[in-house]
Nanobody, 122 residues
């Protein structure tokens, strides 16, 4: 089992950058694929990015490709989401998930953090 805590959200102007962090507890962090999802008000949770256990494989939603970068440091039990060129439509609560299966579907993830709010003003 792993517990996840996101941080790094906040208010930023369009075109700005933020880096989200997701810290995991436990000694098995490196055995989990990790993903970032987001949920805007009135919308369903959607996939943003995923990274495999060792970090060698990544996937991104088309809407963030070229702007966001997912990475992980297993020695620190942490996964990051670097977000550049932010747009107002990126405004959402961002969640990290940990799963035994790598994938872009939320059903692939077994554990979730509490979320961190990202607000992009125009």
């Amino acid at each position: 089992q792993v517990q996840l805590v996101e941080s790094g959200g906040g208010l930023v102007q369009a075109g700005g950058s933020l880096r989200l962090s997701c810290a995991g507890s436990g000694r098995t962090f490196s055995s989990y694929a990790m993903g970032w999802f987001r949920q805007a008000p009135g919308k369903e949770r959607e996939f943003v990015a995923a990274i495999s256990r060792g970090g060698g494989m990544t996937d991104y939603a088309d809407s963030v490709k070229g702007r966001f970068t997912i990475s992980r440091v297993n020695a620190k039990n942490t996964v990051y989401l670097q977000m550049n060129s932010l747009k107002p439509e990126d405004t959402a609560v961002y969640y990290c998930g940990a799963g035994s299966l790598y994938g872009i579907q939320s059903s692939a993830y077994d554990y979730w953090g509490q979320g961190t709010q990202v607000t992009v003003s125009s």
